[in-house]
């Protein structure tokens, strides 16, 4: 029962351009979602949040926005850069603090 | 660095075997959470521990264990390993009401 889902497995994108990576979520008692990026040998960073009271929150390149009612969020990157070539994790929780519901995961990969 | 250590960073054992993957927090933190990911999988929830008391439990096998000792350090012990325990354990901490920050893991893999 996979409560968080990221559909894209994979993603590319040219240096420079936008990055969307998508995410959508069933359970409506989830309200604070989370973005976390993870290099190889590393464990995931905590990228970005965004509670349910807000639509949108941007910090520097990466802005998450979302639709409580399409249950779906995204994280844009903008401009993307070679750097940011990662797996990038989306996880939702019912309250900040409590256990996460992780997504499979989207690897963005940015083109030089 | 995220300030949360884990140990070992590798574990080759042998199906039937018991082993102990060890946690330190952030200084300050008080709640560890415990998460697994198999091969191309997203990150399982398993426990969850505050100050010393388990808090949350997710889809933890009965053959798993786990506690937080005083000096808030956590353990989390698997016995009787099948070959698919062979995963990548994680290990989380936050302050109350803060963002989880996770260690390096531990990479396990049961022969």
């Known amino acids: 029962d996979q409560q968080v889902k990221q559909n894209s497995p994979s993603l590319s994108v040219q240096e420079g351009r936008i990055s969307i990576l998508n995410c959508d979520y069933t359970?409506?008692?989830?309200?604070?979602f989370l973005w976390y990026k993870k290099y190889p040998a590393e464990g995931p960073t905590f990228l970005i949040s965004?509670?349910?009271?807000?639509d949108k929150n941007e910090d520097g390149r990466f802005t998450v926005f979302l639709n409580k009612s399409a249950k779906h969020l995204s994280l844009h990157i903008v401009p993307s850069q070679p750097g940011d070539s990662a797996v990038y994790f989306c996880?939702?929780?019912?309250?900040?603090?409590?256990?996460?519901?992780f997504g499979t995961g989207t690897r963005l990969t940015v083109i030089p | 660095d995220s300030g949360v250590t884990q140990t070992p960073k590798h574990l080759i054992t042998a199906t039937g075997q018991r082993v102990t993957l060890r946690c330190s927090p952030r200084?300050?933190?008080?709640?560890v959470y415990w998460y697994q990911q198999s091969l191309d999988q997203g990150l399982q929830f398993l426990i969850q521990y505050y100050n010393g008391e388990e808090r949350a439990k997710g889809n933890i096998l009965e053959r798993f264990s786990a506690q937080q000792f005083p000096d808030l350090h956590s353990e989390l012990n698997l016995s009787s390993l099948e070959l698919g325990d062979s995963a990548l354990y994680f290990c989380a901490s936050s302050k109350v009401g803060d963002e989880q920050f996770f260690g390096p893991g531990t990479r396990l893999t049961v022969l």
């Open positions: 200084s300050g933190d008080l709640s």
């Open positions: 996880a939702a929780s019912a309250n900040l603090g409590d256990n996460l519901f």
């Open positions: 359970n409506s008692m989830f309200d604070y």
């Open positions: 965004i509670s349910s009271i807000k």
